[in-house]
């Protein structure tokens, strides 16, 4: 949640959000690309520590930190792509056999919060289990709404929310393509 609310405050109008688990090999990547203002080759040294944050608010940025924390601590790697004006790329690969693995946790929550909080702003959220893929795209929604209906209007957020919870379900079941 706090690496795509960076794509969000980095000016991105679409960030793409993947999820990939491959049970057998024990392994999930989570990426988060956006074509916000991107960063300088310092920027992005400087964005892995805490004690550095672009935010006037508060004195630590422990989003990326953190992220990167967690995937290392599994035996699994992190790395972040970015071209000044052109957009970021962050990556980290979990083991998820390894002990200090935490759990995913509600991830179509999290993206149904940053989708109805952001409704200026197109996301395409990509999960994939085991090869089976599910995916939710904004522009795509938008495009079947005519652009007329915000995707934070009631009916909308509890249509996205019913369409996460199914193709979660299909993942889990093994049933989806």
């Given amino acids: 949640m706090d690496v795509a609310q960076n794509s969000i405050t980095a000016g991105a109008s679409l960030i793409t959000i993947r999820v990939e688990e491959d049970r057998q090999k024990g392994e999930m990547v989570i990426s988060i690309e956006d074509n916000g203002k991107g960063m300088s080759e310092e920027q992005v040294r400087q964005v892995i520590d805490p004690f550095y944050t672009t935010r006037t608010t508060r004195k630590v940025g422990l989003g990326v930190p953190l992220f990167k924390m967690e995937a290392e601590m599994t035996g699994g790697d992190f790395s972040i792509q970015s ?19 935490i759990p995913l946790g509600d991830i179509d929550n999290i993206i149904l919060l940053l989708i109805t909080c952001n409704p200026d702003r197109d996301f395409w959220f990509v999960h994939q289990v085991d090869g089976r893929q599910a995916e939710l795209d904004t522009r795509q929604l938008r495009e079947a709404l005519g652009g007329e209906v ?16 199914e193709q979660t379900d299909l993942l889990q079941g093994g049933d989806a393509t």
Avoid: K, S
Wanted: charged share 25%.
């Fill in 83 to 101: 071209r000044v004006g052109e957009g970021t790329l962050v990556t980290a690969r979990f083991c998820t056999d390894h002990v200090d693995m």
């Fill in 150 to 165: 915000p995707l934070n209007e009631p009916d909308v957020v509890q249509w996205i929310r019913e369409y996460l919870q």
